[in-house]
T-cell receptor, first 115, second 111 residues
């Protein structure tokens, strides 16, 4: 079974530039998550999708971050414009709706460096 | 609200030493508890889980027991190997798809 795919793996940009990350979840997984993991910290949920609808985006900085999952499969996360404090690893995860404990499967992450 | 507190690292052990990484949680209701491992340059991988009180999760020689009375889920391994060097995250799920992660504990095992 293929895992969660993310691209790119690494990205270096200058502040005020824009950047986009892509995620393809495990086939059949209805729920998709984007996390931000700052160095030395645990992952922080940015947004959760159930199919193509947003379940929770309470911690997404909506003035600069946006995310979509138009067809309920793959998803993109965009930052526009980027700030220095956005330097982090952006993790995508997916889970199969209906499991009692909703195990999340993570992709390898995209490491963003903002200069 | 829900939260997870892990012991701070980094932890450095010699090969074959005993490992304990402490994790305590605060939650309403009956959460499920997890340990995830993150090897260098990789994403998080589920190491083990427990879904109800007194359950013991185990995998690859690691164990953790869901203790409701002490709200703890400590990770243990009897004999660590160099290949166990990674960052370990304790997490809980409140059943609503929301996961809460600890800050992670870095483990380095030296030969």
């Amino acid at each position: 079974e293929a895992g969660v795919a993310q691209s790119p793996r690494y990205k270096i940009i200058e502040k005020r530039q824009s950047v986009a990350f892509w995620c393809n979840p495990i086939s059949g997984h209805a729920t998709l998550y984007w996390y931000q993991q700052i160095l030395g910290q645990g992952p922080k949920l940015l947004i959760q999708f159930q199919n193509n609808g947003v379940v929770d985006d309470s911690q997404l900085p909506k003035d600069r971050f946006s995310a979509e999952r138009l067809k309920g499969v793959d998803s993109t996360l965009k930052i526009q414009p980027a700030k220095l404090e956005d330097s982090a690893v952006y993790l995508c995860a997916s889970s199969f709706q209906g499991m009692t404990y909703n195990e999340q499967f993570f992709g390898p992450g995209t490491r963003l460096t903002v200069l | 609200g829900n939260s997870v507190t892990q012991m701070e690292g980094p932890v450095t052990l010699s090969e074959e030493a005993f490992l304990t990484i402490n994790c305590t949680y605060t939650a309403t209701g009956y959460p499920s508890l997890f340990w995830y491992v993150q090897y260098p340059g990789e994403g998080l991988q589920l190491l083990l889980k427990a879904t109800k009180a007194d359950d013991k999760g185990s995998n690859k020689g690691f164990e953790a027991t869901y203790r409701k009375e002490t709200t703890s889920f400590h990770l243990e391994k009897g004999s660590v190997q160099v290949s166990d060097s990674a960052v370990y995250f304790c997490a809980l799920s409140d059943g609503g798809n929301q996961f809460y992660f600890g800050t992670g504990t870095s483990l380095t095992v030296i030969p």
